[in-house]
């Protein structure tokens, strides 16, 4: 069975940091991409980055880069991504999915989680 299990959401102040954790099970996690979305209330989900972890190529929406950063333990199948000086804006529900292809944007991943909220106060 395909799981992905997000953690490390909360409520933090703006300009404070989270580390959000993706544990990853059931499936070959050496020949998939991970990739990081959220959904905003009242917006469409938006995938934020991804990491290819058969090349390691790494990638990352306009509207994050700076200030998000993913990386992967392959030995603990496992996708982190670190959110520095967060913003209001960055409030949304955090979800981690896993597909043969690093996708951003609207791109439909074929394994998804449960997601972790994220919520930034001012």
């Known amino acids: 069975e395909v799981q992905l299990v997000e953690s490390g959401g909360g409520l933090v102040q703006a300009g404070g940091s989270l580390r959000l954790s993706c544990a990853a099970s059931?499936?070959?996690?050496?020949?998939?991409?991970i990739g990081w979305l959220r959904q905003a209330p009242g917006k469409e989900r938006e995938g934020v980055s991804c990491?290819?972890?058969?090349?390691?190529?790494?990638h990352y929406a306009d509207s994050v880069k700076g200030r998000f950063t993913i990386s992967s333990d392959n030995a603990k199948n496992t996708v982190y991504l670190q959110i520095n000086n967060l913003k209001v804006e960055d409030t949304a529900v955090y979800y981690c999915?896993?597909?043969?292809?690093?996708?951003?944007?609207?791109?439909?991943?074929?394994?998804w989680g449960q997601g972790t909220q994220v919520t930034v106060s001012s």
């Open positions: 059931g499936f070959t996690f050496d020949d998939y991409a």
């Open positions: 999915a896993a597909d043969p292809i690093c996708g951003l944007g609207s791109y439909a991943y074929e394994y």
């Open positions: 990491i290819n972890n058969y090349d390691g190529s790494i």
